[in-house]
């Protein structure tokens, strides 16, 4: 990539086009910092005119170069050299991400960037053992199966944990052969700038990947709009899912999306009980709670109920608020303040729909006057009367955890399904009998049994119902990023049937 200097730090993110950082004057747009309300930097927005011309860039790179057809170990090459340099820059990006975003630098650095390490050496393997297909069963044939790249992949990362998911989109579609146009959040594009510059740095083709920035109504709506585009990626919230769909279908375009949750965190009194505690604390406030997969509704046996929610509360208000900078931080502030505003605002509403919130719902006083003008809130835990409640239908996407006692394993499967969302469902029991009862009844792509968030990449990861459409991981990739061929071959010379002679 040509003028990537890595000392610099981008404090305005621009489109890469082609290789080259553009800068077509458009809109700019001003990125916050969470943890002090002040300026991050800025983003200059590209409008559809720009979309075009990285759209183009990727056509290009496409259909009149080789990238399609690189050899499996020079591609493999390329992706262990891209792994390499996100893990020598994994602090930057992890700074880079933290200034716009507000989670915790340390938890960005363990957890995120080492993630998107792994995300392109997985790949790099996988594509290693990849494998045709041969059927010889029709008689005087053989017929052959392989896979090629689709060609250009739109890639629309989300603001909560941009490197760890594009990396993911990025991995997959390189390693298969196709190429990219990379819009990240508007609220979060610093680290992806510099994840851009890293990989042409290791070696990446000029026009392969392409960046652009700006809003959702206006770069997302144009990207996705682009005759030129021949798939989608978009990991977001269900509502814009939907409109991207909806545009794709138009053109016919595949799309896979990893949309909201309301994930159901379901804790019977045969479960290791302090394991499931720190799993559920965990599950909801990590990443400031601002993930899809979180535990947000969590279902107790009443048996242990009581206690289980007493020790959760106790435990939340003692969760560590504070810069995300500083090591000791378990919470750092919302990624903007019309967010904190909106978490804050279920917690004001909540007790109109019966809900009793037990910690929570202010702004912590002892940063007040320290960061006065940063997004924090204290950690929020909620009683709720029934899964009818808005606190347990709408995602609220924030530390926001929500309490309900069940009585038997009908009510509590039957209330963990009563949503709109099927994406991930925990569950903690030791009683064999119960975990295969759940694993089978429960509605959602991933069951995690005695476990908190762990992600198996060659399993196929997303949602039932409003949670998406389509899969991420090894095979799943592979089928979404590839189209298959088929070859048919005479064993010998067939005689045709013959047509036309009198």
Known sequence: MHDAKMNDTPLTARSVIGGTEVSHGGHMLDIVNPATGGPAGTLQEADAAEVAEAVRAARTAFDKTDWPRWSVPRRQALLLA??????????????????????????????????????????????????????DQTPGYRTIVTREPVGVAALIAP?????????????????????????????????????????????????????????????????????GVDLISFTGGTTTGR????????????????????SANIVFASADRDRALDAALASIYSNNGQQCLAGSRIFVERAIADDFISDFVARARSIRIG????????????ATAAHRDRVLEFARTAPQDGVEILTGGGVPGDLRDDISGGHYIEPIAAFAPGNASVVCQQEIFGPFATFQIFDS????????????????????????????????????GVVWVNTTMTRELRAPFGGFKSSGVGREGGEACERFYTEPKTVTVPSSPITPRRMGLS
């Open 243 to 262: 409109t991207i769909m909806a545009e794709a279908g138009r053109r016919l375009v595949p799309c896979t999306m990893e949309l909201g949750g309301k």
């Open 82 to 135: 891209i792994r390499d340099k996100i893990v020598e820059h994994a602090d930057k990006l992890a700074h880079l991400e933290c200034i716009a975003l507000g989670v915790p630098l340390k938890e960005l650095k363990a957890r995120h960037m080492l993630r998107a390490a792994e995300n392109f050496r997985f790949f790099a393997e996988y594509i290693g053992q990849a494998r045709g297909d041969l059927y």
């Open 159 to 227: 603001w909560n944990a941009p490197v760890a998911l594009a990396s993911m989109k990025l991995a997959a579609a390189l390693a298969f052969g196709n190429t990219c146009v990379l819009k990240p959040s508007e609220q979060t594009p610093f680290a992806l700038h510099l994840l851009v510059r890293l990989l042409h740095d290791a070696g990446l083709p000029d026009g392969v990947v392409n960046l652009v920035n700006g809003r959702g109504d206006v770069t997302g709506a144009a990207l996705a709009a682009q005759d």
């Open 409 to 444: 394993y009908n009510q509590v499967i039957s209330a963990a399904n009563n949503t709109e969302f099927g994406l991930v469902s925990y569950v903690w029991s030791d009683h064999l009998p119960t975990v295969e009862r759940a694993v089978r009844d429960l509605r959602s």
């Open 323 to 334: 810069s995300p900078t500083d090591d000791s931080t378990e919470l750092g502030p919302l």
